[in-house]
């Protein structure tokens, strides 16, 4: 038997890290996609006149939450960890590229056609048609684009346990941090220089590369299926251990998933939906020239691409994922209670940035390799699509908050406070992690990579 699993394929350090890099660009291509419009935001709300579309702080807020409209409203994150555990990681995997590329093509509509003075009335609220089809075109590109992250935490999951989790899971959100860095950087350089749909068009064909690099990341999962025809290695999509609904209510009665899942809404509610406003926030608070305003924004995904590799590979080794949590939290909460302060200097504005960097890479870092020790491989998908799920009603709410927020203070104070006291939840819940970890015994202090015996 031990002759057997030893010649399972992702033994092998080449094929999983080869693997790695693969799933990881399809993964950073959706990340620069889903940022690609968020420097943007001056340029749309300029008059038609002068290229812009005419919208207005609430359109963009209501934008950019409409990512998860269709996973919130309709369930379709949750739907997506159902598909993800019942028909495997490459029908899903393909499924969910393709959705971010027609999402993208909607948005890219969007913003060539000149739809008029055409308005369309949504939960009671009157947006410009334009507004409208990019919000769609973003929901469908939201499905996609979250189907993929938990397809992707599935992959890394099924390829690297017993080896370097923690450190796959941090090299791929630091790719993936690249993409959201690059958008954050270029694309308001791009649009200015060309038109509002050419970063867009250049997205469409990272998408295409990202897709054509899961086509090969299938056929090296099929390759590992085959190492394991003798049935006597664990298989993720092996029928002995077939996903059942019965094991939802089990994910539901784990503290540990609740604890997590709260932790991820406040957290990334509190640094996703930030970074959509940052550009402008440079601007109007900090003086900073619109062209480099979003390189500003860009310094925390840059920041994340060295920090959050090198703390997974201090959880593999050492342990101590909960305390990794807590401060990265705690420094996400210092940063955005400081951005509030009535302090101009472009240098703060910096030093807040890298700050935020570091505790950018250290939560994350930590966190997702907590799933797998409390969550059993045959239902993961599905709790880590319910994670997204619920997570995603903070991403859609916090941006039309802070969008309806930045309209009555311009000063972007009342937005700073906002995203500081849910950062501040956010470190509350991961302590609150500590204290059941220790009654639960789930081992997230532990180190990833055991020693041989």
Not at 60 to 84: A, H, K, P, Q
Not at 86 to 107: D, H, N
Not at 345 to 357: E, G, P, W
């Amino acid at each position: 038997m031990t002759e057997v699993i030893r010649q399972r394929l992702n033994d092998s350090p080449m094929a999983r890290w080869t693997v790695l890099l693969i799933v990881a660009t399809a993964m950073m291509m959706g990340y620069f996609v889903n940022d690609v419009m968020s420097p943007l935001e001056t340029l749309l709300e300029l008059p038609k006149e002068a290229g812009g579309l005419g919208w207005t702080p609430s359109d963009y807020g209501f934008f950019s939450g409409s990512s998860g409209l269709i996973n919130v409203f309709l369930l379709m994150l949750f739907f997506s960890g159902l598909i993800l555990d019942k028909m495997g990681i490459r029908f899903t995997g393909v499924l969910a590229c393709s959705l971010m590329a027609i999402g993208t093509i909607i948005k890219i509509y969007a913003v060539t056609v000149d739809f008029g003075q055409a308005q369309f009335t949504f939960f009671h609220s009157t947006f410009p048609l334009s507004v409208m089809v990019a919000s769609l075109g973003f929901a469908i590109f939201g499905v996609g684009y979250e189907m993929t992250g938990i397809t992707v935490a599935k992959a890394m999951v099924r390829w690297f346990t017993g080896h370097e989790l923690a450190l796959a899971m941090g090299i791929q959100l630091a790719m993936a941090r690249l993409g959201t860095a690059a958008a954050l950087s270029i694309s308001a350089p791009i649009a200015r220089h060309f038109t509002l749909s050419m970063p867009l068009l250049i997205s469409l064909a990272f998408l295409i590369i990202g897709l054509l690099a899961f086509l090969v990341f299938c056929v090296m999962d099929r390759r590992l299926d085959r190492s394991d025809d003798a049935g006597l290695s664990v298989r993720s999509e092996d029928s002995s251990d077939e996903f059942h609904f019965s094991d939802i209510g089990m994910t539901l009665r784990n503290p540990g998933f609740w604890l997590i899942t709260l932790f991820c809404v406040l957290f990334y509610s509190a640094v996703s939906p930030f970074l959509k406003f940052s550009t402008k926030l440079m601007v109007i608070k900090y003086g900073v020239d619109a062209d480099l305003a979003g390189f500003f924004s860009s310094i925390a995904p840059f920041g994340t691409i060295l920090m959050t590799p090198l703390f997974g590979l201090i959880y593999d080794r050492y342990g101590k994922g909960v305390t990794l949590v807590i401060t990265g939290a705690l420094m996400l909460t210092a940063v955005h209670f400081g951005f509030s302060l009535p302090m101009h200097s472009s240098a703060i504005a910096i030093t807040l940035m890298v700050i935020l960097s570091i505790g950018y890479s250290l939560a994350p870092a930590a966190l997702w390799p907590c799933v797998p020790k409390i969550i059993p491989m045959k239902c993961l998908g599905t709790a880590y699509s319910m994670i997204f799920f619920i997570q995603n009603f903070g991403r859609t709410i916090i941006p039309v908050c802070v969008g309806r927020a930045n309209e009555t203070d311009p000063t972007y104070t009342t937005s700073m406070l906002i995203f500081g006291f849910t950062a501040l939840g956010a470190a509350l819940t991961a302590v609150t992690m500590l204290f059941v970890d220790r009654k639960k015994g789930y081992g997230l202090q532990q180190p990833n990579i055991q020693k041989q015996i």
